[in-house]
């Protein structure tokens, strides 16, 4: 039965203490496992990130649609998440339950990159309901059928291994901090692929030309250059260009996480001990663990409401701040990222350790009010007069959202050990592939709305920087406020969430004292 904390846990932090030697996790781990986010990162935000610019402002298909087809992607995470997560449970092998589909994973969700915009320009639509359907909307569609469940052969494994890392409740925050501090790099480049899509080198390039424009990509400085601003850059070629340099980087990030880090668990309570489960069984026992729909609720709430902020902050900066410039957007956009890079970065080890001297969940708590606030600075740090400052507003949202996701991870590994002791199994997978599957349920309905959104206030891609004064007042007003709604659902559903270190500590006790240390 789920056992409510008392009055006096909930209501003071909680007591910080040392890490055992034995708990801490090799530093060779830790900087494998924090590498393996590359795969996540790009397999999953590459393809929203290039659907504005792709297929909404190149190739003119309209927001509602490339909204709708972000949105509807995720079905086929709903299919392949918990699949791989469930595999991975049940797997026995010499290497492990997770190591073997994160070694496969790796190399397919690289080579498969390229394949999310392997269109051309010039498709037409076929006539549905009375209504014209491009057929770069199917394309869509069918791109995340083929390649989101390669993503998921690596994604949920390796989640699921970042859970088994280490038995200690402090040394879970440390195991994420790496983590979150490596993922600002591949976060940089989901920044930069706007700014790479829109370069001078791709002005007049096409198939023909392309050999050429790679050989001066690589040997003039001028190529890498924005685009002037009368000149309309090939975003399409661009794109797929990228996503074959991110495909090999992916590649190598993923192995190299394979190759360093290890299964704690698996020899000492999962091998020859623990009975395998059926899916549908596993799915059914991780929704009725209390801690954890509470969790899921804080992930969702969080998720839907930031997830905006790519979509409606993308073209606060280009129609509002740079008046429709998309290159001049896109280089500003890169720069945010670098900002977002260096902040993200700074506040991990800040929340870490508030997380270590007041528990997690007050240090969670603090994320949401920082967060809010600096939704509420949006308003005046996106403006055109000063134009730096949406730099500032990027970081500050980068700096809370590392903070977040240190803190969220390992909260995940707590509820696995409360889980544990309910059920008597180890269950990483099943709980890595529901937490991925809502998060991208949020992200996606975020987005996705957000594209509606844009359609709705009127936005219009073939009026380029002389949108209505309406429209950009409602870009910008929805860009602060919607997110601030999430984040209050959020911290109200946080004071509900039961574990505090306390706690852990008494289930720890009870966990060793019946299958022993591991």
């Excluded at 999962?270 to 596993?282: D, F, L, P, R």
């Excluded at 956009?333 to 997690?360: C, E, Q, T, Y």
């Excluded at 969670?364 to 403006?383: C, H, M, R």
């Amino acid at each position: 039965m789920d056992a409510p904390p008392t009055a006096d846990s909930e209501s003071k932090p909680a007591r910080s203490h040392a890490i055992a030697a034995e708990d801490r996790v090799p530093y060779s781990q830790k900087i494998g496992y924090g590498i393996g986010c590359f795969i996540d990162m790009w397999g999953h935000w590459h393809y929203p990130n290039f659907a504005s610019l792709v297929f909404n402002i190149f190739l003119g298909v309209n927001p509602f649609f490339v909204g709708i087809a972000v949105m509807l992607n995720r079905v086929f995470d709903a299919v392949s998440d918990p699949l791989f997560g469930w595999l991975s449970d049940n797997t026995r092998s010499r290497w492990g339950r997770r190591r073997p589909y994160m070694l496969i994973g790796a190399v397919v969700a690289g080579l498969g990159l390229p394949l999310v915009v392997a269109v051309r320009p010039g498709w037409g639509s076929t006539l549905l309901l009375g209504h014209h359907v491009p057929y770069y909307f199917w394309f869509m569609l069918a791109s995340s059928a083929v390649y989101l469940p390669l993503v998921s052969c690596f994604n949920m494994p390796f989640q699921s291994l970042g859970y088994e890392l280490t038995p200690d409740y402090n040394e879970r925050t440390v195991v994420f901090s790496y983590l979150n501090i490596i993922r600002t790099l591949p976060q940089l480049g989901l920044f930069f692929g706007g700014q790479f899509l829109t370069m001078a080198v791709w002005v007049g390039a096409d198939r023909s030309n392309l050999p050429e424009r790679l050989k001066l990509l690589f040997t003039t400085w001028d190529a890498w250059k924005k685009a002037p601003g009368s000149a309309t850059p090939n975003i399409l070629l661009g794109a797929q260009v990228f996503c074959v340099l991110c495909g090999v980087i992916m590649m190598i990030a993923g192995l190299t996480s394979f190759a360093l880090v290890r299964e704690r668990y698996y020899g000492k309570v999962v091998a020859g001990k623990q009975t395998k489960i059926s899916i549908w069984e596993t799915l059914w026992q991780t929704l009725q663990c209390r801690p954890f729909r509470i969790q899921v609720l804080i992930n969702l709430a969080y998720g839907l409401g930031l997830s905006m902020v790519g979509t409606l902050g993308f073209y606060d900066t280009i129609y509002y701040v740079c008046a429709g410039d998309v290159s001049d957007g896109s280089r500003w956009n890169l720069w945010m990222g670098v900002g977002g890079m260096v902040l993200g970065a700074a506040g991990v080890p800040v929340f870490a350790i508030l997380a270590h001297r007041l528990g997690k969940r007050h240090a969670l708590a603090l994320v949401f009010v920082s967060a809010i606030t600096g939704f509420i600075l949006s308003w005046w740090l996106y403006t055109p007069a000063v134009r730096w400052l949406q730099i500032l507003s990027s970081g500050i949202t980068a700096f809370i959202g590392s903070g977040f996701w240190t803190i969220w991870s390992s909260m995940v590994a707590d509820v696995v050990d409360y889980d544990e002791l309910q059920n008597g199994r180890r269950r990483e997978g099943s709980f890595a592939a529901c937490n991925s599957w809502i998060n991208k349920v949020g992200m996606a309905l975020g987005a996705g709305t957000s594209f509606g959104i844009l359609g709705w206030i009127g936005f219009d891609s073939r009026l380029g920087g002389h949108q209505t004064a309406h429209t950009l007042f409602m870009i910008r007003l929805l860009f602060a406020v919607i997110p601030i709604c999430g984040l209050l659902l959020a911290l109200i559903a946080l004071f509900r969430f039961p574990l505090t270190q306390d706690k852990m500590a008494e289930i720890r006790a009870q966990l060793e004292a019946r299958r022993g240390k591991v």
